[in-house]
Every structure is written in structure tokens, then in C-alpha cells.
């Protein structure tokens, strides 16, 4: 049997709240939350155990609201580590366990998935990263910092080489305590980061949203598959009439209606149910977008720049509901919605709300097998820009259109969903 035991007992002392910091909300989840539903949804976990402080353990309110075993904890994080060791032997046969720290809220169940498979030959396999910055002892003396690791949590055992865990051992790392073992060391994650203070817990919320793809591995969004029919809104537009381009050119069958075919200030289901007729795509992708400046006036754009750049979004989302069949949806959004652009107060606005939608609808659709999905470049050189700026800008500053193509291809036919996938000029 292999059990899982996430770590949830600590004061948070250094955070410095007023609550413990595995309870606070990120991104309108409790941090504990993403460790339990990530081991939740290992398949390779057989029970899922958390240690948590005393006022939670009398109030069992993580334990009902996720479904999920507590037991007590300790004083010291090794006495709550020994504590669920000490329930394991009681209540199971356990052949390897993986220790989690709650508020390492990133990982994945992959990971866990890969430690369990690494222990067939391992007795312990621990995630661990290098030392990068300058390192000396309390006395500042140069050490040699390649003698040195940065241990931090998952780590996994074969649950007899931890049974007699020592808990009055001043060792944090489990693993010290495995000894004449065989152990594998894994690499850490970018973004395994560990919610210590205050600063973390707003950092992590924008980690977790973050996906970019790098123009120079367009491998990595190569796909011998293709959509069989696309409908394709602002296709004459600079990223719209490449991506058209492309289509052609892969005999892909679809249909771009004009603005006189489809305004997208007024459209509506009805109206793209009449366009459409028999076709019944299997991808949409909307590349078209309405740019103002603030010195158009502000309560003078609002409607137009919100109608067309978000309701009609919310429109096609609407849309391929009705279709009742596996569909993908690619929206084009813009880095403007990263932080309010002066001068396009509007426009940024309306692509923070279209991320938004896509976040908040994603799952759900998913769940009806409609993929929705954001792609997020920076200024494309296309004739709109120098519209949109006023001003000639660098090519230098610009992505070109097909930099976004393989992208915007790649999740027109993929299963992921809930991406918000930035676009770099440079990376």
C-alpha cells in the first residue's frame, strides 16, 4: 500500500498572520487545498493522510470540506512526522510513503507518480535543489557549495527504511535519517516554492497562472494533427490572415466570415448558427480584436471594445455548447492584460476580463469536452500596431505573425484547457 502525508501542523511562525498559513486562501483555495487534491488525484496513492494542528484536528474542517484523513500533530515538524509514522504502523501495511509539505502548493501528481515508480529501486528518493548563490558558514568562510543540496519536500520511502524515525533529531531532512539506503535525488521543480511570507502567497497566485512558450522550441507545439474544420473570426487582420494563410496551405477546411458576415458587436448564437448552416467546426479561433486609445474617450469605446474583444468570446463559448461534440477554442488575448496599459485603459481591461473568462470557464467546458484555451502574445507587427500606438514601433520589439502560429494550431486540437500561454519576443 502506498499513503500519502502532507505536513500541515506548522505555527507560521515566520509568516507572521493571524492565521496559519496552510489555510489561507490562494487564488480562492485554502494552500493546503492544491497538496491534498494533487495527492488526491495520484492514482499511485492508496490513502491520502494529513497532519494538522491541534485547533484543526478539533475542528475537522479541511478534513470534511476535502474529504481527506487528519491526525494530530506535533510540537516540531519531526514529532509530526513521527506521529503519522506511528499511525501508519497501527492502522496499515504500508510498502512506500511520500511526505509532502502543505504549503508547497505548486506540485503536481505527477510527481508523486514519478517518486512511487522511482522507488521499485530506490529505497528513498528525495527532490532536492543545487545551491546557486555564494555560500560560507556563520563565520563567513568559503564553502564548497556543490557539498551542498537544498532538500525540500516530496520526499518518498520504502516506509521500513523510516519506520524507526527519530523525533527528537535536530536533522529536518527525512532523508538524513535513512541510513545504508539507496537514494535518488531529483531535481526540483522551477516553481516548487514554499509559501514562507506574506510576499509568497501573492507570488504563487501569479506562478500558477503562468505558461509561456518559447518561439525558439517550436517543437514543442509541433503536432502531426491538425483540426478538420476551423472557424475563423478576424481572419483580416495581421495574426488573422496568417493564420488563414496557414489553413490553405494545409488544406484544412474553413470558413472566415467578413464584418458584413458576422459583426461581432451584435452577434449572437442564432446569428452564427445561420453563418455556420452544416458546417460544424471542430476548433474556433478568434483573432479578432477592437483597439482604442484612451484620446477616443473612454465611456466613448467602452461598449465596442467590450462587446467585441469580450462579449463575443462568452458568445463563442455559448456557441459551441449547442455543437455537442469535442470542440477547441483558441481566444487571442494580449500582454497587455499582464498590467493596465497607460493610454489603452479599455483594451487592457477587456483582455484581463477575457483571461478571466477563460479561468473561470475552462474546467467546466472541459467536463462537455469543449478546450478552451487563451494565447497570449506581445505586440505582433501587423498594420494595427502603428494604429493602435500611433507610432512607428521597432521591428525589434515585435513578434512576427507565424511566431504565434504553432501555438495557436497546437491548442486548436489539444486536450489541455485553462491556459493562458504567453508569447515572448526574445524567448
Do not use: W
Not at 526540483?188 to 503562468?210: C, G, H
Not at 460544424?280 to 477592437?290: K, S
Amino acid at each position: 500500500m502506498n499513503i500519502g502525508v502532507i505536513l500541515a501542523a506548522g505555527d507560521s511562525k515566520r509568516f507572521g498572520g493571524y492565521m496559519h498559513k496552510q489555510y489561507l486562501k490562494l487564488n480562492g483555495v485554502e494552500v493546503v487545498g492544491y497538496s491534498i487534491r494533487a495527492m488526491k488525484a495520484c492514482d499511485d496513492i492508496d490513502e491520502v493522510l494529513l497532519v494538522v494542528d491541534e485547533e484543526e484536528f478539533a475542528s475537522q474542517y479541511i478534513a470534511n470540506k476535502y474529504q481527506v484523513k487528519c491526525i494530530r500533530g506535533g510540537g516540531t515538524r519531526n514529532v509530526s512526522i513521527r506521529n503519522a509514522i506511528d499511525y501508519i504502523k497501527q492502522n496499515y501495511v504500508c510498502n512506500k510513503v511520500i511526505f509532502h509539505d502543505s504549503v508547497r502548493p505548486l506540485v503536481n501528481s505527477s510527481k508523486f507518480s514519478d517518486i512511487l515508480r522511482q522507488l521499485d529501486d530506490y529505497d528513498a528518493v528525495v527532490t532536492a535543489d543545487e545551491i546557486i548563490d555564494a555560500l560560507v558558514n556563520i563565520n563567513y568562510d568559503g564553502v564548497k557549495r556543490t557539498d551542498y543540496k537544498l532538500i525540500q519536500s516530496p520526499e518518498g520511502f520504502k516506509f521500513d527504511k523510516i519506520a524507526n524515525f527519530n523525533a527528537n533529531s535536530d536533522a529536518l531532512a527525512i532523508v538524513s535519517q535513512v541510513k545504508d539506503a539507496k537514494i535518488k535525488t531529483l531535481k526540483s521543480d522551477v516553481f516548487n516554492m514554499k509559501i514562507t511570507y506574506p510576499e509568497d502567497l501573492f507570488i504563487a497566485e501569479q506562478l500558477m497562472r503562468l505558461n509561456y512558450y518559447s518561439v525558439n522550441h517550436n517543437e514543442l507545439f509541433l503536432s502531426a494533427d491538425v483540426p478538420n474544420k476551423v472557424l475563423l473570426l478576424g481572419g483580416s487582420g495581421g495574426v488573422g490572415l496568417a493564420i488563414k494563410e496557414f489553413l490553405i496551405q494545409n488544406n484544412i477546411d474553413f470558413k472566415s466570415p467578413s464584418h458584413k458576415e458576422l459583426d461581432l458587436k451584435t452577434i449572437t448564437v442564432d446569428k452564427l448558427k445561420e453563418y455556420c448552416g452544416e458546417f460544424v467546426p471542430d476548433a474556433i479561433i478568434n483573432a479578432a480584436a477592437v483597439y482604442y486609445d484612451d484620446n477616443d474617450g473612454l465611456s466613448n469605446t467602452f461598449d465596442e471594445i467590450f462587446s467585441v474583444n469580450v462579449k463575443a468570446n462568452e458568445i463563442l463559448i455559448e456557441f459551441a455548447k449547442t455543437l455537442n461534440s469535442k470542440i477547441n477554442l483558441v481566444l487571442l488575448s494580449s500582454s497587455s492584460s499582464t498590467k493596465g496599459r497607460e493610454n489603452l485603459t479599455n483594451y487592457s481591461a477587456a483582455k484581463s476580463a477575457l483571461n478571466s473568462i477563460v479561468e473561470s470557464q475552462a474546467r467546466g467546458l472541459a467536463d462537455r469536452s469543449i478546450y478552451l484555451n487563451a494565447v497570449i502574445p506581445e505586440k505582433v507587427n501587423t498594420p494595427l500596431i502603428a494604429k493602435l500606438h500611433k507610432t512607428k514601433i521597432n521591428s525589434r520589439e515585435l513578434l512576427e505573425p507565424k511566431d504565434v502560429i504553432n501555438a495557436i494550431m497546437y491548442f486548436a486540437v489539444a486536450r489541455e484547457y485553462g491556459r493562458l500561454v504567453h508569447i515572448r519576443k526574445g524567448l
